[in-house]
């Protein structure tokens, strides 16, 4: 099982006449909804990276999101348990050790690391479990082994390469998450790692549960023959391992609601009864240079990079808090050139006394937060306080060390 640096994180008085709830926007039911239990251990699935390239500004606002989540259930006093995959094995990360001359393992574990350095140093809390696909392939084909009974899982008339598939368009459920028409479903699902056109499928939606073993392609030996899981079999597996039937919070960035998250509630409520998940969260996508950003398309702005070049991990995290986690956006150097800004006219005001009480500015950063992830509002929050600050001057001589602890705790940066 892989693992990150720890985060510390500052425990600041709670607040008074604030939402005891955490609401976000579910992509299912497409209502702002509770997510969390009313009692007990809050459980987080978030679908983690294929370690085939370097963490981009896409992945970093996704995970950033979650982070998010995960601060205001922890400030809530709920115990979490947050798990997140890493595909080690897939299709695009031995595509990429080829074209370099690389072994598949070593570019995986390089990449990984490199992923959990980034989130290292933008102060993201490590999962509970952050678990590799390679690792989980005994629970994965236990999984398929108990999905055999439901009838919905077949082999494709193939003698040399009879692969194993789930007969999504057949279970139960199946087009809830993202209500997409099958004209819609179709197109992405061949644009997004799909096979609608393989010979004898049931339906073209169906979705690979177990890839028989290719020449020269890393397998496992298994019941179910030589070879090697299905994408999203990977997460239903490790999610119901980790986490149980309708864990609290299905998450991920839009580009996974479809075929991704669809095909993987499918598999679960097929062998749980009992649907995956009681909220699917999805944050916004984002564009440089007018498109989505995406390693196969190249258009990418590295966190590594930047951190190169000597931007501050916490400016980079506020530029990302600065757009709403559900709305797509544009990066662009003027977001971080603003946050740089933003966060030295917040580290200057230490020795300046607040002129607000501070209760007030944590309890409404913590009504932004708990109202669909709205950070933008609590950044601006802190804005007001630090210009009244320094227009009028206050009394408050600790309310700087106030502040900074509820920034820490609540959006993840360190003043």
């Not at 692969?163 to 809830?176: Q, V």
């Not at 939606?205 to 299905?230: H, I, M, Q």
């Amino acid at each position: 099982m892989y693992s990150w640096a720890p985060v510390e994180i500052p425990s600041i008085p709670a607040s008074q006449d604030v939402p005891r709830r955490l609401r976000l926007h579910d992509s299912s039911s497409a209502r702002t909804i509770p997510v969390d239990p009313t009692e007990g251990e809050a459980r987080i699935y978030v679908c983690g990276i294929t370690p085939y390239d370097a963490t981009h500004l896409g992945h970093a606002s996704t995970y950033l999101t979650f982070d998010l989540v995960n601060r205001v259930w922890r400030d809530l006093g709920l115990k979490v348990n947050y798990v997140q995959n890493v595909t080690d094995v897939d299709d695009p990360l031995l595509e990429r050790a080829a074209a370099t001359g690389q072994d598949w393992e070593e570019l995986a574990e390089d990449q990984t690391e490199l992923f959990r350095s980034d989130m290292t140093a933008l102060r993201i809390i490590p999962p509970d479990h952050y678990v590799g696909a390679v690792e989980s392939i005994p629970c994965v084909v236990e999984l398929i082994e108990k999905l055999l009974s439901t009838g919905l899982v077949y082999q494709v008339e193939d003698p040399e390469h009879p692969d194993w598939y789930f007969n999504t368009a057949g279970a139960p459920g199946f087009g809830e998450i993202s209500h997409y028409d099958e004209e819609r479903m179709l197109k992405v699902f061949a644009e997004r790692g799909g096979d609608p056109d393989r010979p004898g499928k049931r339906h073209p939606l169906d979705c690979l549960l177990w890839r028989f073993a290719r020449p020269g392609e890393p397998s496992w030996t298994s019941a179910l023959g030589d070879g090697r899981p299905g994408w999203h079999i990977e997460c239903t597996a490790i999610s119901l391992h980790h986490l149980g039937p309708c864990f609290d919070v299905q998450g991920g960035g839009t580009d996974l609601v479809f075929p991704h998250h669809e095909m993987c509630a499918a598999e679960a409520r097929a062998v749980t009864g009992v649907p995956m998940a009681g909220a699917y969260v999805h944050s916004g996508m984002v564009a440089l240079d007018g498109e989505k950003m995406s390693k196969s398309r190249g258009n990418l702005e590295l966190v590594s990079r930047l951190r190169q070049r000597g931007a501050d991990p916490m400016a980079i995290r506020l530029a990302l808090l600065g757009q709403h986690y559900r709305s797509d956006w544009e990066w662009d150097s003027q977001l971080l050139e603003r946050a740089t800004r933003r966060l030295s006219a917040w580290r200057a005001l230490r020795n300046i006394p607040a002129t607000r009480p501070t209760e007030e500015i944590i309890a409404e950063m913590r009504r932004a937060l708990r109202n669909d992830l709205d950070a933008p509002l609590a950044l601006d929050i802190v804005d007001e306080w630090a210009a009244a600050s320094i227009e009028s001057g206050g009394k408050e001589t600790d309310g700087y060390t106030k502040i900074s602890s509820a920034v820490d705790a609540l959006l993840g940066v360190k003043l």
